[in-house]
């Protein structure tokens, strides 16, 4: 697993690093069970704060990504997990309510909406009927 961090994107570190993670595991490059660096050795690597890499380990497993097993380490929970497709509703709900806040802000139809997601759509491949 390769984790970047950038200061220079306005999105704190923590938030970086949990993003990154649950990415890895909703597109199946991180499996069930599977070991997720140590708090310290990922603060070692990324050259950042142990605190930092708590609170994103923290936040992901009250998020039910992950579960820190005390002594052992922090493991990669199952990705058909009714909590991890909850949080992934919630995200894509948020993005759009963001996304219809701006239309509305530029004065946008119904249908013109409609056609730049359905273009999104399009281009992205990821039309899942």
Sequence with gaps: MRIVVSNQTGVPIYQQ?????KTA???????????????????????????????????????????????????????????LKETALRAVEKGLQEALDAAKLANLSSKEIHQMLDALISAGGNDHD
Excluded at 17 to 21: A, P, S
Excluded at 26 to 39: H, N
Excluded at 54 to 73: I, M, P, S
């Design 25 to 83: 595991i909703l597109a199946g490059d991180l499996k069930s069970g599977e070991l997720l660096p140590s708090i310290r050795q990922l603060a070692k690597d990324l050259r950042i704060s142990v605190i930092t890499t708590t609170r994103a380990y923290h936040d992901l497993e009250a998020e039910g990504f992950v579960n820190n097993v005390q002594g052992k380490g922090t493991y990669v929970l199952g990705q058909d997990s009714e909590l």
């Design 17 to 21: 690093i949990e993003d990154q993670i």
